[in-house]
């Protein structure tokens, strides 16, 4: 379903602004003058494969989630030297002999000449198709940051006006992705409990298995550590699943016709929806050919799609998410930050060890929240006190790996997410703006969610009264036969 890039990048943005007002290079687009997108940051001294010559990132055809664009490319070969410097990628080989990627799309917000790969058309395609019902799921880290390209401040929550504008342009059923968050907590903080009870020191500490560039990462160079990633899927997958089953049962409809769209902060959703295994719903329907989700689009590809719809995102009223699968608890919300996913599963987690939801003070989790690169932490859950390790930023990752397999760290779960703040910094995220300081901008992404997440009436993922109906009505509970089919990875 890959629909090939019609244009140059200016181009692709020049035509999602229309009429819009987007950030764009700094020219007159319609009737707003816009601020240009920032440059790369500085690299001090000349790296590995910087200079005049040295030739782009070796991106292949094959590439799930990002292409090459060689008409805006400089040859400066400073992709290369980013790549290596800030993920650790770059330059390593996979046992193919061919370069390495993580499919994290970083590189597209550093480089001119690099782009996601480009399927939003199939996706106005299927709008348009009267057999297909199209249904989109919605990841939290897009509304507080799609509003940037629209010009409105870095933190903006849209999420009401993306439903608004999604359900104008012809989209079926707009769901949140929010709930699936929920959900991976609910599977994922029983996994944490049944493994720190079996006390295997193969499976120990476990870490966390939402981030697909993280996931890859291991799958490609740190193959021992694949026994202690977690087993649950991630929200998007779990939510795919989900659609696909309990949501087509609940609405009365075929499974068959349903195109389920992922908009989403990040490129290697691209990638991690064609994995094998993430096709659950459709071998429990004896369809081992349908996909759980059929299209991933970035922050960027929704702007293009509305566009081309000619939906006036500013202009469209806020409208709620489906009464199925359309909420989420606080917890579910900063899942999209660096820290998130570890804080949703501690506040489940005591809950489930000590029968009671965590005191006030828990829910602001301070020791695994901030910027720092890595965190560590004690955190006293009652029952137990569990060692824990936040990281984001994936070439931040392998010195902590050192440590822990040396025996000088000793933790019991680890989360890591490969981009910097988590999915707010997604490859996939809209493009600074010039001046802006892109560490800044994403910091002030991960304070909405936060804030989102204070506001909310419901902040444990167990208390979520659709997650206890999906258990009640079609899953059984966590851990058990029908979540470990639909919910978790098969052998890992």
């Known amino acids: 379903m890959e629909a090939k890039d019609p244009s140059t990048r200016r181009d692709f943005l020049k035509t999602a602004a229309l009429g819009a007002g987007l950030l764009l290079g700094g020219e007159q687009i319609g009737v707003a003058q816009q601020r240009g997108r920032g440059g790369p940051p500085p690299l001090s001294g000349q790296g590995p494969g910087q200079g005049r010559g040295a030739g782009p990132l070796p991106i292949l055809p094959s590439n799930p989630s990002i292409q090459h664009q060689p008409s805006r490319c400089r040859r400066c070969g400073r992709c290369r030297t980013f790549c290596q410097r800030e993920t650790d990628v770059f330059g390593r080989y996979v046992s193919s002999g061919e370069e390495a990627c993580i499919h994290c799309g970083q590189c597209t917000l550093y480089c001119r000449s690099i782009t996601e790969k480009f399927h939003y058309p199939t996706v106005a395609t299927a709008i348009t198709d009267p057999g297909r019902i199209v249904v989109a799921s919605t990841s939290p880290a897009i509304r507080v940051a799609l509003g940037e390209i629209y010009q409105l401040a870095p933190g903006t929550n849209v999420e009401g006006k993306i439903v608004s504008a999604l359900k104008q342009l012809g989209v079926d059923h707009v769901l949140d992705t929010t709930f699936a968050a929920d959900l991976t907590i609910m599977e994922e903080a029983s996994e944490l409990l049944q493994r720190l009870e079996t006390n295997d020191p193969r499976r120990l500490p476990m870490f966390t298995s939402c981030c697909p560039g993280?996931?890859?990462?291991?799958?490609?160079?740190?193959?021992?550590?694949?026994?202690?990633?977690?087993?649950?899927?991630?929200?998007?997958?779990?939510?795919?699943?989900?659609?696909?089953?309990?949501?087509?049962?609940?609405?009365?409809?075929?499974?068959?016709?349903?195109?389920?769209?992922?908009?989403?902060?990040?490129?290697?959703?691209?990638?991690?929806?064609?994995?094998?295994?993430?096709?659950?719903?459709?071998?429990?329907?004896?369809?081992?050919?349908?996909?759980?989700?059929?299209?991933?689009?970035?922050?960027?590809?929704?702007?293009?799609?509305?566009?081309?719809?000619?939906?006036?995102?500013l202009q469209a009223q806020d409208a709620p998410y489906s009464s199925l699968m359309g909420?989420?608890?606080?917890?579910?919300?900063?899942?999209?930050?660096?820290?998130?996913?570890?804080?949703?599963?501690?506040?489940?987690?005591?809950?489930?060890?000590?029968?009671?939801?965590?005191?006030?003070?828990?829910?602001?989790?301070?020791?695994?929240?901030?910027?720092?690169?890595?965190?560590?932490?004690?955190?006293?859950?009652?029952?137990?006190?569990?060692?824990?390790?936040?990281?984001?930023?994936?070439?931040?990752?392998?010195?902590?790996?050192?440590?822990?397999?040396?025996?000088?760290?000793?933790?019991?779960?680890?989360?890591?997410?490969?981009?910097?703040?988590?999915?707010?910094?997604?490859?996939?995220?809209?493009?600074?703006?010039?001046?802006?300081?892109?560490?800044?901008?994403?910091?002030?992404?991960?304070?909405?969610?936060?804030?989102?997440?204070?506001?909310?009436?419901?902040?444990?993922?167990?208390?979520?009264?659709q997650i206890k109906a999906i258990y009640t009505d079609f899953l059984g509970e966590p851990l058990g036969k029908k979540a470990e089919e639909l919910l978790h990875i098969a052998g890992r």
Not at 241 to 258: E, L, N, R, S, W
Not at 266 to 284: D, F, V, W, Y
Not at 374 to 381: E, G, K, N, S, Y
Request: aromatic share 6%.
């Open 214 to 313: 993280w996931v890859r990462f291991v799958k490609l160079f740190q193959q021992i550590l694949l026994s202690n990633l977690s087993t649950a899927k991630s929200p998007v997958m779990m939510q795919g699943a989900m659609v696909k089953t309990y949501f087509a049962q609940k609405m009365g409809i075929d499974p068959a016709k349903i195109v389920h769209v992922a908009l989403t902060p990040c490129t290697a959703k691209k990638a991690e929806i064609l994995q094998p295994g993430m096709n659950a719903a459709g071998r429990s329907h004896n369809q081992p050919a349908m996909r759980d989700v059929d299209i991933a689009l970035t922050s960027r590809e929704i702007a293009h799609l509305l566009s081309g719809g000619k939906v006036n995102f």
């Open 327 to 465: 909420a989420g608890s606080g917890a579910g919300m900063i899942f999209g930050n660096t820290g998130g996913v570890m804080e949703a599963a501690l506040r489940t987690a005591y809950k489930l060890l000590n029968g009671n939801n965590p005191p006030t003070t828990f829910l602001e989790l301070r020791p695994v929240r901030g910027w720092d690169s890595v965190r560590q932490a004690t955190v006293d859950l009652g029952k137990r006190k569990l060692n824990v390790a936040v990281v984001h930023g994936i070439g931040k990752v392998p010195p902590l790996i050192d440590a822990i397999r040396s025996g000088n760290a000793r933790f019991d779960f680890v989360e890591v997410m490969a981009c910097p703040g988590g999915c707010i910094g997604g490859g996939g995220q809209p493009y600074p703006a010039a001046n802006v300081d892109a560490t800044r901008l994403r910091q002030q992404r991960l304070s909405a969610l936060y804030r989102r997440d204070t506001d909310q009436a419901i902040r444990v993922s167990s208390d979520n009264p």
